[in-house]
């Protein structure tokens, strides 16, 4: 079958302007339709008939108007004439926002006609309402966004005074019990009684370790606001065990448990902030101390791994499933049965150490087996040159 190349253009320029909802036409040059689309009579209150041979502006009353561009079209003085959205009266007495397009229907000679593209911008206009209203909406729900972390930043800034007012209001007294308790101690004669050494060495202990905790509020506070700074240095990790160590002795000794000390004979020193370092083994040891039981032992183990230093802090309490291990570091975490009854706090001290671990670009992870307690261990980057 032979196939015209003329017919198969008009068939599928048809069945594109009808899926477009499309209909065209030549307007002369005096500005009357001369022919039209099939479909032309849908976009217009006129019967197909009558449109040949109509004025434009009585076929859409709405381009009233536009003759003086429609000249300029007509003398080569623009290339193009839009007019978008404008309302017209279309069969059935509905009103539908129609689109109108005029091009030369000869490009090299303007002054021959025009020609007319007429579209129906109904389902265009119902898209561009929906988006319109959906950029209000959003811009609303920005504007509040905005407003809320404005609240927010506000109230972040209430509670920083309140925390750094408290922590002070509190150091106060707590400074004056500390000093006063150890002034007491030291002046203490040889030979008295055992048991009033003991007892100021836990008034000591729990004082220090209240000192921790104000720090330790502090610190989130900053880690918050992201304000938490390190000054890192060499710092020979065995040092500062042995310190730590020497603080908690009097909480230990209080509660008939066993410390041991597993440490290798040549330092190991690392890249960090010696106050930080202190926090982290602070309080991986208390928290070893709190769920240790009365005669329990608790294990510092530190050696070196290739290129890190590995610290792990070893205790013989109730162990933790894997679950909770997941939630040990999330600040509000609570562990079930014996280790809920003995901490009524919210986690702190363990989402502490992570952060700062890994703001030290250390390594943190938790073992625990039935009957074998629990083994927190950290990994911090070795310093590469000896000092």
């Not at 004669?189 to 000591?204: R, T």
Request: proline content about 5%; some cysteine; glycine content about 6%.
């Amino acid at each position: 079958m032979k196939i015209d190349k003329a017919s198969l253009a008009a068939r599928a320029f048809k069945e594109l302007f009808d899926s477009l909802d499309i209909a065209y036409a030549y307007v002369s040059p005096e500005l009357q339709i001369v022919y039209a689309s099939e479909n032309f009579s849908d976009f217009t209150a006129l019967q197909q008939a009558e449109i040949s041979g109509c004025p434009l502006t009585e076929a859409f009353p709405g381009l009233t108007g536009s003759e003086r561009s429609l000249g300029c079209l007509l003398a080569g003085e623009i290339h193009v004439f839009r007019r978008d959205h404008i309302d017209h009266l279309i069969p059935e007495d509905t009103t539908r926002p129609l689109n109108f397009v005029f091009l030369p229907f000869d490009e090299g000679q303007p002054d021959q006609g025009l020609l007319l593209l007429v579209e129906d911008a109904f389902q265009t206009s119902v898209i561009e309402s929906h988006l319109a209203q959906t950029q209000s909406e959003l811009d609303q729900t920005k504007e509040r966004l905005f407003q809320a972390d404005e609240a927010l930043q506000k109230l972040r800034q209430i509670k920083s005074l309140i925390l750094s007012t408290a922590a002070h209001d509190m150091r106060t007294p707590l400074n004056a019990i500390l000093g006063y308790s150890e002034w007491i101690y030291g002046d203490l004669p040889q030979e008295s009684d055992s048991e009033n050494q003991e007892l100021l060495s836990i008034i000591i202990s729990q004082a220090q370790l209240l000192d921790h905790l104000i720090t330790d509020l502090l610190d989130l506070d900053q880690i918050e606001q992201g304000k938490l700074r390190l000054t890192p240095r060499p710092c020979e990790v065995n040092e500062i065990i042995h310190r730590v160590s020497a603080s908690v002795k009097a909480m230990v000794d209080f509660q008939d448990q066993a410390l041991d000390l597993l440490l290798p004979e040549l330092p190991l020193i690392v890249q960090a902030d010696p106050d930080r370092l202190t926090q982290i083994l602070y309080n991986l040891l208390g928290n070893a101390i709190k769920y240790t039981p009365e005669g329990g032992r608790i294990q510092i183990h530190a050696y070196r791994e290739t290129d890190n230093a590995v610290l792990c802090v070893q205790d013989d309490g109730a162990a933790i499933s894997p679950a909770e291990q997941a939630q040990l570091f999330q600040l509000s975490f609570h562990k079930d049965g014996i280790r809920r009854s003995l901490s009524r706090g919210a986690g702190l001290g363990m989402y502490l150490v992570k952060t700062l671990v890994e703001a030290h670009k250390g390594s943190i992870d938790v073992v625990s087996k039935p009957a074998q307690g629990v083994a927190i261990t950290i990994r911090l980057p070795l310093v590469q040159k000896e000092i």
